[in-house]
Nanobody, 117 residues
Framework: QLQASGGGLVQAGGSLRLSCAASGFRFDAYAVGWFRQAPGKEREFVAEISRGAGGTSYADSVRGRFTISRDNAKNTVYVQMNELKPEDTAVYYC????????????WGRGTKVTVSS
């Protein structure tokens, strides 16, 4: 299971850190990604971190503002979100996939982020 937390209401230019806590599977063997879905829009990729944290990737829209990290000892992945914009408003989800697969096996419930202008 995955559980995302840390969402909330923040003003534009502010920061939030989301957490994704895992249980019930070998977390350190999986890459973990963050996705988001804004009202009326399709879900989109935000960022991903490899199982060993040696590799990260970001959507163009968040690169330079968001930083993904993980603590395998705590079975947790984080995304630090800085310089938030109203267009970052969405429900954020975390998901885990085996490195050998393109499909995400585990999905968590989302956490809502609202950025006011």
């Amino acid at each position: 299971q995955l559980q995302a937390s840390g969402g909330g209401l923040v003003q534009a230019g502010g920061s939030l850190r989301l957490s994704c806590a895992a249980s019930g599977f070998r977390f350190d063997a999986y890459a973990v990604g963050w996705f988001r879905q804004a009202p009326g829009k399709e879900r989109e990729f935000v960022a991903e971190i490899s199982r060993g944290a040696g590799g990260t990737s970001y959507a163009d829209s968040v690169r330079g503002r968001f930083t993904i990290s993980r603590d395998n000892a705590k079975n947790t992945v984080y995304v630090q979100m800085n310089e938030l914009k109203p267009e970052d408003t969405a429900v954020y989800y975390c998901a885990a996939r085996s490195p050998g697969s393109r499909e995400y096996t585990y999905w968590g419930r989302g956490t809502k982020v609202t950025v006011s202008s």
